[in-house]
């Protein structure tokens, strides 16, 4: 059915009909009812400090039983949170800062241990330059020049092999 089907459709819809579909779409599909809960009940912060403990968890996993766990290291965890808040529509500074905090804390473990797959340092590349395109597109690169630039010296200190490749992406704009 296409967009124009579809309005054509609920046009012939009465009120009371409209309300029914909109329930039973409520009642049967869990991503509505996340969405209808998320515009009357924004809670933005909450959801901001799940996601960033969930990612840290990657990372820092809670103790289980007395023993450590291991770390994941999961790029996938942030990145279906990135997607979930961009459906939901959540504020774009608060998207970017889950974008920067998932490199961060990924930074500050590395920093702290001795990775040795090529992948995670890929990885977080990837992560850079989606954040970037995202801070573009959305006007607020400003915003967080700071944590980008920190992110990029951190990439210089850890001694990162792929530090060129973050370095030619600060280079594309002046700072």
């Known amino acids: 059915m296409s967009k124009r089907?579809?309005?054509?459709?609920?046009?012939?819809?009465?009120?009371?009909?409209?309300?029914?579909?909109?329930?039973?779409?409520?009642?049967?599909?869990?991503?509505v009812k996340v969405y209808y809960n998320f515009v009357f009940n924004p809670k933005e912060e909450t959801l901001l400090q799940e996601c960033k403990l969930k990612i840290s968890n990657e990372y820092y996993p809670l103790k289980k039983a007395g023993r450590r766990s291991k770390p994941k290291m999961r790029r996938s965890v942030a990145q279906k949170y990135i997607k979930h808040f961009t459906l939901l529509g959540v504020d774009p500074f608060i998207i970017a800062?889950?974008?920067?905090?998932?490199?961060?804390?990924?930074?500050?473990?590395?920093?702290?241990?001795?990775?040795?797959?090529?992948?995670?340092?890929?990885?977080m590349f990837n992560s850079f330059e989606q954040a970037i395109v995202f801070l573009i597109a959305n006007g607020i690169l400003n915003d967080f020049k700071t944590r980008i630039l920190a992110i990029h010296n951190e990439t210089i200190t850890q001694k990162w092999y792929n530090e060129p490749e973050f370095n030619a992406i600060i280079e594309r704009f002046e700072y």
């Open 5 to 31: 089907d579809l309005k054509k459709y609920l046009a012939e819809l009465n009120k009371e009909q409209l309300e029914g579909q909109i329930i039973e779409l409520y009642e049967k599909f869990s991503p």
């Open 97 to 123: 800062d889950v974008m920067l905090y998932n490199i961060e804390i990924a930074q500050k473990f590395s920093s702290e241990h001795i990775i040795k797959q090529d992948l995670f340092f890929k990885s």
